[in-house]
Every structure is written in C-alpha cells, then in structure tokens.
C-alpha cells in the first residue's frame, strides 16, 4: 500500500529538534503483521521527551512520536487480529523508536495489539491511554498487596498530573481516602472533584533529614520519584505499600532502609510497556466496566495536530495537567 497520510513528524535542524505536519507515505513504515488507521492518539510524558530529542527515547529522527494509538484494522496477516476491527496499541516500543500514533496510520506485530473492549470506541481508550494504564496497575498493585480504604489514607503524588488524576479517580471510586499532592495550588478544586478528600502541596515531600516521619499514609501511589518518593516512603504506616511509576522529580532514590526494616514498608515497581499484553487487556476491561472514571472521561481535552507543539512543551515545563487526546480528524 503506497497511500500518503499525514503525521506530526520530529527532525533535527541545526542542533535543535522541530515537530511538524508532513505528508508521508504508508509503504515506508516499519514491517509488521498490522496495519492500523489510526484515529486517537493520547498525550504522555515520553512523548515529550521524544520530541524535545531526548535520545534515551528515540534514538534515530526524523520520527513520529506517540506511545499510545487507537484506531481501525485496514491489513492483517494475523489470525487473531481481524481486518476492519477496532484495537489499541501502547507501550513496547511503540512512539520511541517505532512510527507512533501522531501519526495516521501505523504498523505494528499483532502481539502490541489488544481487542477494543465492548462498549468502547478509539477516543475513549485514549482518555486513558498509557497514563491511564499506568494509574490502573499502579491501584491493582496496591489491591494485590492487601489495600483497603479501612486503612487510611492513600497519598498520590503529583495527582495533577496524567497518571495522578486517574489514580486519584479511581482509589476514590473504590471508597479510599485520598490525598491528593500537588504542585499546582489551582487544581485543588478540580481535585477534589475527582474525588480527593484532601491536596495538600508538594512542600508535604520535601527533603527532610530524618530517616523516619510521623506514619500517615496506609499506601500511596507516587507519578513523581526522586526526593519526593523518599519523602513518602518515611511517611507510610508500618505494612503499607507504594507503587512507583514516574521520574518527573528525577530517577535518583536517595533514602535509607528503615522505612523497610522496622516499618515492613514496600516499594512496588510498576512498568505499563513492557507487561505481557493479556495484563494489559484486564487493566482495560476493568477500566471498561467497574473502573470507569467518569469525570476524567468527562473532563479530557481534544487537540488536533497542529496544537500538539504547546502542549507537548507544557509537559516538559510542568505545566500540563488532566488528559489530552489527539484527535486526527481534528
């Protein structure tokens, strides 16, 4: 198939990197068993730092940015995935060194790819997204691990945040308390919305030089690492548990072992890329039925292409907040 499409396309000018829209021709993606027009896409942290040349991302430009995609099947060589089928793709190298979903078409193996789930359609999937997913397996870690809102409070840092303000929809859907952290002082109130009982700002995580802090949290869920994931392991009562997800704060974990050994306090790692697809598929069946977040969904914003060079350079200021769905027709 040699049909141009369109696609907010990443190249290096003089040391610098430009996104723009191009027109590019569907023969000249990579191989692979699925061929998918993609309609959604959704706006992450790593899409960021791919546009910004970060090359720990993506390694070789020109390249079209965009973990995440949601879209119809138009050609497959795999039984599984049927031709004319609505399916999503996030994660696995998918926006990072792969033609992602900025783009309007994609190619992927037929293993990135999970079944739309019932009731739901492209945009949809997308308000969620990779952020979305992370904030699912980053609440289901914590379940596995025992959590119950009789407890107390559950913390999520940086809860303005894509990740965060899924997390804080959901924990709070599941009858936790919630506490909300945040840079972002004017987000109290779309906060508390979504269901947090309590923001409080990220000075409650700063740098302290005591090993140990009064126990207030019974889990938490951190989008931030860094100095304030040390913070919040010395804040977690005796048996509760953090799932970690983020860098924004920087990948450093300066802390000690006490909050381990004389609290019982576990750090759970959380990766949404790499996961065996069927873990992604529960994470969007529930998300598709009991974990619905309706004020998230309610609240998403759609962008189209030529938008997506202020939003992304939002990001990387700290300045984005809620989720952002990139809508082709748009």
């Known amino acids: 198939m040699n049909t141009e499409y369109k696609a907010w396309r990443v190249e290096e000018q003089d040391g610098d990197y430009v996104g723009s829209e191009k027109t590019l021709n569907i023969g000249d993606l990579p191989e692979g068993e699925v061929l998918i027009r993609v309609s959604h896409s959704s706006l992450n942290y790593k ?5 910004s040349g970060n090359k720990g991302v993506t390694r070789n430009f020109p390249h ?3 973990i995440d995609a949601a879209g119809e099947v138009v050609e497959s060589s795999s039984a599984e995935i049927a031709e004319g089928s609505q399916v999503i793709v996030t994660g696995y190298d998918l926006g990072m060194n792969t033609s992602g979903g900025f783009g309007e078409y994609i190619r992927v193996p037929a293993g990135w790819c999970v079944p739309m789930p019932s009731g739901w359609d492209a945009r949809t999937a997308m308000i969620y997204g990779t952020a979305g997913l992370t904030a699912g397996l980053c609440v289901q870690k914590l379940l596995t691990m025992g959590a119950q809102p009789e407890q107390g409070a559950v913390a999520v840092s940086g809860a303005s945040g894509a990740v965060g303000s899924v997390a804080v929809e959901l924990l709070a859907r599941l009858g936790f308390e919630v506490v909300a952290i945040s840079g972002k002082a004017d987000h109290e109130k779309s906060l508390k919305a979504l269901g947090a009982k309590e923001v409080v700002g990220r000075d409650a995580l700063t740098q302290e030089k005591k090993p ?3 126990p207030v949290f019974a889990n938490a869920v951190d989008t ?7 913070e919040l392991l010395k804040q977690v009562k005796p048996g509760g548990s953090v799932s970690c997800c983020g860098l924004v704060a920087g990948p450093q974990l300066e802390t000690t072992v006490l909050p381990f050994i004389l609290r019982g306090v576990n750090l759970l790692g959380v990766d949404s890329v790499e996961i065996p697809l069927q873990d992604k598929k529960t994470i969007w069946q529930k998300f598709s039925s ?3 977040c309706s004020k998230t969904e309610a609240s998403a914003r759609d962008i189209g292409r030529a938008e997506l060079d202020a939003a992304l350079k939002a990001f990387l200021k700290g300045e984005s907040a809620g989720k952002i769905v990139l809508d082709h027709s748009k």
């Open 290 to 292: 009991d974990w619905a």
């Open 224 to 230: 931030v690492g860094g100095t304030p994931l040390a």
């Open 212 to 214: 140990l802090l009064k």
């Open 64 to 66: 079209t940015p965009g």
């Open 47 to 51: 899409d960021a730092l791919s546009a």
